[in-house]
Each structure stands twice: as C-alpha cells, then as structure tokens.
C-alpha cells in the first residue's frame, strides 16, 4: 500500500478497494505519473495552503528555445520533484535537444523508485506545450 499516495489509498478504501493484477511497481509508477501531472499542470500562487506549490506559467517560455528559458523550466521542475514527489530519487531533468515542433519543448525526467529496498529506474518524458500544459507520458 506504500505505492499510492494517501489520499489515493483512502478514496480506494472508500469504494472498496478490489484485487488486482498490477505489481506494486506498476501501480507505484501510475501513481507517481499522476501525481507529477497534478503537480506539474498547477500554477505558482494558486494553493492557498502553500504559495510556493507549483511551477510558473510557462506559456512565454515554451515558444523559445533560448538556453535561459529552457534551463528555468528544467530547475522548476526539478525543484517540484525534489520538495513535492519525494518517491523520486535523485531526480534529473534533461532537455531533449531533438525537437521536431516550436511550440514545444520535450524533457525527459529521470530518478529512481524504491520498490522492496531495491531501486527501481525511472524515465518519464515531459512535454510542455505552446499554451504552458504539461504533458507526462
């Protein structure tokens, strides 16, 4: 039950929490990708609870490639990994230099998942697009 996030374990428990043939690293990687896509898609400013939660509007930013721009993005991600997802180990965030579309910006997000005390690697790729939504796949 460690994989899934608190409230994720208490709506499950709700609705009553069925069997299923997912591993526990499965069902820890769906959680972490849902909670980074919550995270990633919420606005600085806009949680009253905590003001620095979020990341800023990217939306002048994803249009240009300038090595400024891009390196803001890729610390504010990480800065949100690092303080809000702490199932990610030593979290990396990489440009992905091979860019087809200019309204866009690719990054790919690595660490590792402790899964059983063993370390699992992780590779998501980020997109942030022309209107600022991130995209996790």
């Known amino acids: 039950m460690r994989e899934r996030r608190l409230l994720e374990r208490i709506a ?11 591993t526990q690293v499965d069902i820890l990687v769906h959680s972490v990708m849902n ?3 919550r995270l990633l898609n ?17 939306t002048n ?3 240009g490639m300038a090595a400024g721009s891009t390196r803001e993005i890729e610390e504010e991600i ?15 965030v990489i ?3 091979e860019e087809t579309d200019v309204l866009s910006i690719r990054f790919a997000l690595e660490g590792t998942l402790e899964v059983d005390n063993r370390d699992i690697p992780l590779q998501i790729s980020t997109t942030v697009g022309a209107n600022g939504r991130v995209n996790i796949t």
């Open 12 to 22: 499950s428990w709700e609705v009553g929490d069925q069997r299923t043939n997912q």
């Open 35 to 37: 909670h980074l896509a």
């Open 42 to 58: 919420t606005r600085q400013g806009s949680v009253q609870i905590d003001p620095l939660f979020g990341v800023p509007d990217f």
């Open 61 to 63: 930013l994803a249009g």
């Open 78 to 92: 990480r800065r949100m990994v690092l303080k809000y997802e702490p199932r990610i180990k030593s979290p990396k």
């Open 95 to 97: 440009l992905n230099r």
